[in-house]
C-alpha cells in the first residue's frame, strides 16, 4: 500500500506539470491544400475549398469526425473553387462564402450548408466589396465578416449577417488598422480580431474586441513582440488561440499562444514543433480541443491535422477522473488502471512528437506495460465519449 501512495504521489507531480501538446490525426484524403476554410458543428469539424495547385482551387467539403478520427467527404461547395473564403456557425448551420476564384475575380455570393441534409442553399449576397483573407466570427446567433482585401485594396470594415431576415447590416470598423489575413474568433459573446497584413505590406500583432450591444471596438492587448500574417487560430473553453503564420521576413512560425479575455493578456504556450510551422492553415475547434490542418510550408502543400490540448485540460476535468483510477508502477515499468463504472474507456500514449504508440479501449482493470517503449516523456490521454484527461508521464 506505502507503494502505491508513494506512485500516485509521483504521479500527480508529473500532472501538476503537464504541458498542453499537438498530437497528429489522420491526414485529409483529398488534395494537399492552403488558405482553405474551416469550421465546426458540435464535435464534428468540417474544411472546405482551398488553393491545390498554383493553377487550380477546389470546392470541396470534407467532414472530420473528431471522435473516431475519420474523414468522409459530403456535397461540395456549389460554386466554382475559391481561395480564402470565410465561414461562421450559427444554430448548427454554416454559412460559406466570398473568397477569390482562379481566374482572379472574387466572389460576394455566401451559401449555407445543413450538415444534417448534406446540402447546400445561397442566402443573400454579401454587399461589401468583393474580397477574400476576411476575418470571420459569429456572436449571439449573428454572423460577422470583417477586413480582408479585393487584391488591390485592404480593408476595414465590418459586417453582420442575420440569419432570420437573410440580410447584412454594416457596423463599425475596425479602428486599429486596415488589414487582410487576419485571425478571429469570439468569447462570451464578443468578437475578437487580432494579427494581419496591412495595406503598406506591414504586418500586426495588436488585438481588439468587438461589443456588438455598442458596436464599439476596444483594443485590448497584442499577441507576442511582432507582427504575422495568415496566422492560425480559435477559441477553446473561453479562450482564445492564436500561433503560426509567418512574419515579415517570411519566416513560418511555430509559436503559439493563449488569450485571457479576462485579462487582455496573450501567454505563449504549446510550439507547433510537430505540426511544422505553416501560413494558410485551416482551423477548427470542439469544446475541449482544437484543430490545425493543412496549410503551406515555403512551397510545399499540406494536408496533415493536428489535434491541440490546452494547457492545464487535464486538471479542470473531473468527469473521467471519477470514472477510473490509475497510476503508474515503476517498479514494473507498467500503467495501472481501475474502471469504476461500466463503461469503455479509451486508452491512448502518445510519444512526445504526437505518434501514438500504444491505443487500447478497457472496461475493467488493466495493466499496461511500457516496457517495451524507449525511455523518455509520454502523454497519456484518457477518454470516453462524454469528457478526456490528459498528462504527461515520464519513462525511466
Known sequence: MKYYILTIFLFA??????????AQKTDLPSSSRYSAVGFSIGDIGYICCGRISPSSLANDLWMYNTTNDSWTQKTSLPTQGLYAPSAFVINGIAYVGNGAYNSGGNSNNFYKYNPTTDSWS??????????YGCGFF???GKGYICGGTTGSMYLADLWEYDPIADSWTQKASIPGSERAHPVCFSINNMGYVTTGK??????????WKYNPLTNSWSQVGSI?????TVAAGFTINGKGYCGSGVNE?????????????ITGAWTQVATIDEATGRHGAATFAT????????GLNTTIYMKDIWEYWPLNASISNQTIKDKIQFYQNLQKQSLEFSVLENQKIQIRIYSITGQIVHSQTINTTTSISMANLPKGA???????????????????
Open 13 to 22: 507531480t508529473v500532472l501538476v506539470k503537464s504541458q498542453n501538446y499537438w
Open 138 to 140: 459569429a456572436i449571439n
Open 378 to 396: 509520454y502523454i497519456l490521454r484518457i477518454s470516453n465519449e462524454e469528457d478526456q484527461f490528459s498528462t504527461k508521464i515520464l519513462h525511466l
Open 249 to 261: 521576413q517570411g519566416v513560418e512560425l511555430d509559436d503559439f499562444w493563449e488569450f485571457d479575455p
Open 287 to 294: 469544446p475541449t480541443k482544437g484543430y490545425i490542418l493543412t
Open 224 to 228: 507576442g513582440n511582432f507582427g504575422r
Open 198 to 207: 496591412k495595406m503598406s505590406g506591414s504586418y500586426l500583432n495588436d488585438t
Open 122 to 131: 445561397q442566402v443573400a449576397s454579401f454587399p461589401g466589396s468583393a474580397r
